[in-house]
């Protein structure tokens, strides 16, 4: 059995979920409180990091790499293009989402209005929160810009690019902090890609001590 230890709004940990119910591999998801560096997890991963994801007899960390095993190994539904200068977008893209926009967004917004909540490390900071909702804005019109050229973010076929954008814009979509208006290529494409099967598992997350994800995103499309 398949087994990922977790954080419900770790965009990271999404990537990594969306990826396995893409190829249709039933996990088990443990919630892992990793910020309490817990002696059995730091067996897991030294790094004391989500996600870590038990398979094929392996422990691996990392979520690009894992994701990219699992496009490796299961070939239905390719995440990952064969064409060298393809799967180089591709891997741009993913650390663009995975790095910048982790940093300039995610982390900012999420770090203040959502983790200091569950860890009990205070209220948030509002001009940290500030600088992340405008830092949205560019990411968004650089998301645009792209899909004005492209059908998906990345090229004409889903890739794993989408699935890191789209874990990181659906931990926001959570606590309702994405302006879907700013650009309507951007909105059509996370209508498109929220109605796939593998992304229905997310939209019912709920961390404990925080309401549920509101229900009305999906009439907005």
Known sequence: MIRLYHVALSPFCRKVRLTLAEKKLEVELVEERYWEQQADFLRRNPAGKVPVLKMDGMMMAESQAICEYIDETHADAPLMPRDPA??????RLCSWFDDKFNTEVTQRIMGERVWKKVRKEGYPDSKTVKAGLSAIKYHLDYMGWLLEQRRWLAGDVMTLADFSAAAHLSCLDYISDVDWNRQEAVKDWYA?????????????????????????????F
């Open 86 to 91: 393809a799967r180089y977008e591709v891997r």
């Open 192 to 220: 498109k890609i929220k109605s796939r099967p593998a992304f229905r598992s997310l939209l019912a997350d709920q961390l404990p001590g925080m309401p549920p994800a509101p229900q009305y995103a999906e009439l907005d």
